[in-house]
């Protein structure tokens, strides 16, 4: 897209990267780089060609310094209510954050953070669905909103419970401090921590292994199960979507060929695609609006 300005989105060889792109700002959130990275994952997920997405931030300093609070970016403040709404269910009150990770959690393609530095407030929050998040050793992570007089957003308090435990979550997010890469590793926040210089490849790497082993209907179906049938109260509900699931797909293209290539000793080439292959009953479930 020739007309996004603070997201920048290459396509190549199978792997979308796709990064925040306000240096001079630490790449701060805005309204403008919540639609555009949506318009992002609405391109990623119309593409068969693209089989996994790298987030990353542009610069050496910050992945994302949070939501950009200064009066030039005013107009973009995701906090900033400049008409006083008495309707709590008006959509002027959405938060921001919530509705790009509610965008991200629908994604049909894997996506990979490749936090780059800071990434504090929104720009830790918005990293919680992303599947898999590796991060540079000069990253820095904080949940800092009790310090900013507000709350937790974007969703994180469905998300980061399920990542780390109630327990970090609750002294994250009440003590609002900044943590940095080793006590992120420690506790699940991230999957490895790289030297600044290796991140991008090691995020291109783990992408790379997703675009050339695996059937991208697979894969979708995979990340659309294990996030949403994991926060089911019975296991008996994964089970029924389970059961149609491996029935529908066992008997596509692509399952005839994982089977071929595997005993032909040869890569796979997978002729499904996630545009036009899906199972008859995905989606599964009736999609929640806002009240």
Not at 98 to 106: E, I, K, P
Not at 125 to 133: I, K
Not at 204 to 211: F, T, V
Not at 255 to 266: M, N
Request: net charge negative.
């Amino acid at each position: 897209m020739n007309d996004l300005t603070e997201i920048k989105l290459e396509i190549a060889d199978g792997i979308a990267i796709v990064t925040l792109d306000r240096p001079e700002k630490m790449n701060a959130f805005t309204s403008v780089m919540k639609q555009e990275f949506i318009d992002v994952l609405d391109i990623t997920d119309a593409d068969d060609s693209v089989r996994a997405l790298v987030v990353t931030g542009s610069g050496e300093r910050a992945f994302c310094a949070g939501a950009d609070l200064t009066p030039d970016g005013e107009k973009g403040n995701v906090f900033a209510r400049h008409a006083p709404v008495e309707d709590l269910s008006d959509e002027r009150v959405r938060d921001g954050g919530g509705q790009l990770v509610l965008r991200l959690f629908n994604s049909k393609k894997p996506v990979i953070g490749a936090c780059n530095g800071v990434a504090v407030g929104v720009g830790a929050t918005m990293q919680l669905p992303f599947d898999m998040r590796l991060c540079s050793d000069n990253a820095r992570f904080g949940f800092v909103f009790a310090r900013r007089g507000i709350t937790p957003e974007a969703c994180s308090s469905w998300f980061l419970p399920r990542l780390v435990g109630m327990q970090t979550s609750l002294e994250w997010c009440m003590t609002g401090r900044i943590f940095g890469a080793e006590e992120a590793l420690e506790k699940g926040l991230v999957r490895s921590v790289h030297p600044q210089h290796e991140l991008k490849d090691a995020a291109m790497s783990l992408a790379r292994e997703i675009a050339d082993n695996t059937s991208a209907v697979s894969v979708a179906m995979t990340r659309a199960m294990l996030w949403r049938l994991s926060a089911l109260e019975h296991p008996m509900l994964a089970h029924r979507i389970d059961s149609r699931s491996i029935y529908r797909l066992g008997k596509s293209e692509d399952s005839k060929e994982g089977v071929r290539s595997f005993l032909e000793k040869r890569p796979p080439v997978y002729p499904d695609t996630v545009s036009a292959d899906m199972p008859d009953f995905y989606p599964w479930w009736d999609e929640l609006g806002y009240e």
